[in-house]
Nanobody, 124 residues
Framework: QVQLVESGGGLVQAGGSLRLSCAAS????????MGWFRQTPGREREFVAA????????IYSEGVKGRFAISRDNAQKKVYLRMNSLKPEDTGVYYC?????????????????WGQGTQVTVSS
């Protein structure tokens, strides 16, 4: 089992950058595929990015490709989401998630553990 805590959210102007962090506790962090999702009121939680256990594979939603970068540090038990060129439509609560499958997934129901989320607000 793994516990996840996100941090790094905040208010930023359009065009700005933020880096989100997700700290994991518990054992065997390196055995989990990790993902980032976001949610806005009235909408389903949507996939943003995911990374495989050893960082070999990363996948992104079309809307963030080229602007966001996911990375992880297994020794520190952390996963990051670097967000550049932020847009107002990137606003939402960002969640970190862990999945026991070996390949990065885009479906939220594939993920077994979730953090509490961190708010990102991008002003125009």
């Amino acid at each position: 089992q793994v516990q996840l805590v996100e941090s790094g959210g905040g208010l930023v102007q359009a065009g700005g950058s933020l880096r989100l962090s997700c700290a994991a506790s518990g054992r065997a962090f390196s055995t989990y595929t990790m993902g980032w999702f976001r949610q806005t009121p009235g909408r389903e939680r949507e996939f943003v990015a995911a990374i495989s256990r050893t960082s070999v594979t990363t996948i992104y939603s079309e809307g963030v490709k080229g602007r966001f970068a996911i990375s992880r540090d297994n020794a520190q038990k952390k996963v990051y989401l670097r967000m550049n060129s932020l847009k107002p439509e990137d606003t939402g609560v960002y969640y970190c998630a862990a999945d026991t499958s070996p390949f990065p997934q885009q479906r939220n129901y594939d993920y077994d553990y979730w953090g509490q989320g961190t708010q990102v607000t991008v002003s125009s």
